[in-house]
């Protein structure tokens, strides 16, 4: 699959077949969220990979109980969490280089990013949960201290297909040499 069909074929899934995923897939994704560009190379994010029922329903029981992604996170074969160490990523010699600070949540992003474009393309789904408790999921995962939990997605063959969203128009979000210039 080219990578634009993957990026405009990718789908938010919250519905799984209960069929297994074997090793070879989860470690194809695994290696593609690891080659994700990060600041200065520090690869601060940190993956844990989920497949016991028990601590899937903890997990999802960190979820809101209008999240669309609780089921999902219950019921697909493996949900594949994403933690960061803290305080590297952004960071010379302790110091934030940025005013933005611990610069995790986008090295985490790019990675998640090329997890689910490479899930995809090998015909399985996610969907990138982001809405949850974070220091519960930590706490039920052991995450040490100077570590925090991300995100996380439920990852495995879709039960079912959607249809694209609707996109802005180039036009709407691209400017000129300066912000509102068409």
């Known amino acids: 699959m080219e990578v634009l069909e993957a990026i405009r074929g990718r789908r938010s899934i919250r519905r799984y077949k209960a069929d297994p995923v074997g090793d070879k897939a989860l470690e194809v994704v695994l290696e593609a969220a690891r080659w994700a560009p ?14 016991d029922d028990s601590t899937k329903n903890k997990l999802a029981d960190t979820l809101n109980e209008t999240n669309p992604a ?54 399985l789904g996610t969907v990138y949960v982001g809405r949850f408790d974070a220091k519960g999921v930590a706490r039920i995962l ?35 040499e300066k912000w509102g210039a068409p």
Request: hydrophobic share 45%; glycine share 8%; aromatic share 10%.
């Open 38 to 51: 990060s600041w200065a190379n520090t690869q601060c994010w940190r993956f844990i990979v989920v497949r």
């Open 142 to 176: 052991r995450v040490p201290l100077g570590g925090c939990v991300v995100a996380m997605t439920p990852f495995g063959y879709p039960d079912e297909a959607k249809e694209p969203r609707p996109r802005k128009e180039l036009s709407e979000i691209v400017f000129t």
């Open 70 to 123: 609780r089921d999902a996170i219950r019921t697909a074969p493996v949900v594949i969490v994403v933690g960061a160490e803290l305080g590297r990523a952004g960071f010379k010699e302790g110091k934030a280089t940025t005013d933005k600070g611990d610069w995790f949540m986008f090295d985490v992003a790019l990675a998640m990013q090329n997890l689910v474009l490479v899930a995809h393309s090998l015909g």
